[in-house]
């Protein structure tokens, strides 16, 4: 009776040890999740700190950084297909240029722009937004640009919103990129403030068409708001 006892803890000890060696642990998880972000931000840091401005302004590291998190995944899900950023602060005023398209092959900002938000967004600065059809709000978050087509607004070009919830009605919404007579500089002096669209990124006409053959075609759109 003693030996069978005995066989028998040894025999948990034994299966204990493997288990224990050969099992993951919560720590080893967060810790290769701590190295795989840091990884992320030091990239990001790099791309960061060596953009080729091309004389525009820089933009925000906060909402860079965010928008670049999400490219790589999405370029690493084989969703997005050039390596074009188009990025929309609206956390800026609507007098600012806020849209910056970036060539991250070659790691230079390829325009900067004037760039409009919906009407029931706010006035000068967009504060609410929506995914609900005929709200006539903006949508944040990530967006995968498509085909180009000519509508009422001239060349435009079609938006899929890529997050459930928060831009995922842009094509039945009808949210696209196009121009407008409303998104220039004297439009601003004469009313204090950008013309605004019913949701749609609306640019200035004469940038329209180099902006929407750059970024056309399964390049990344982002939309970001400190929220």
Request: glycine share 8%; charged share 20%.
């Amino acid at each position: 009776m003693i030996y069978k006892t005995i066989s028998l803890l040894l025999i948990g000890f034994f299966f204990f040890t493997i288990n224990s060696r050969f099992s993951y642990k919560p720590e080893s998880i967060k810790l290769t999740e701590t190295v795989v972000n840091n990884s992320i931000e030091a990239k990001v840091a790099a791309v960061y700190n060596h953009l080729m401005t091309n004389n525009f302004m820089l933009p925000n590291k906060i909402s860079f950084t965010k928008a670049m998190e999400g490219y790589y995944k999405l370029k690493e899900k084989g969703i997005i297909q050039k390596d074009i950023l188009t990025l929309v602060d609206y956390s800026l005023s609507s007098n600012e240029n806020r849209l910056w398209v970036i060539d991250l092959k070659n790691n230079i900002i390829l325009y900067q722009s004037l760039v409009s938000h919906g009407r029931n967004s706010g006035n000068e600065f967009a504060a609410n937004f929506s995914n609900k059809p005929e709200s006539y709000k903006s949508s944040l978050g990530f967006y995968l640009t498509g085909e180009t087509y000519y509508g009422k607004h001239g060349y435009s070009l079609r938006l899929d919103g890529l997050e459930k919830g928060i831009n995922s009605n842009a094509r039945a919404r009808a949210i696209v990129v196009h121009g407008a007579d409303y998104v220039s500089e004297n439009f601003v002096k004469q009313n204090g403030r950008l013309g605004r669209s019913l949701g749609c990124l609306a640019l200035k006409q004469g940038l329209t068409k180099e902006v929407i053959d750059t970024i056309k075609d399964k390049s990344c759109l982002f939309v970001y708001y400190p929220s």
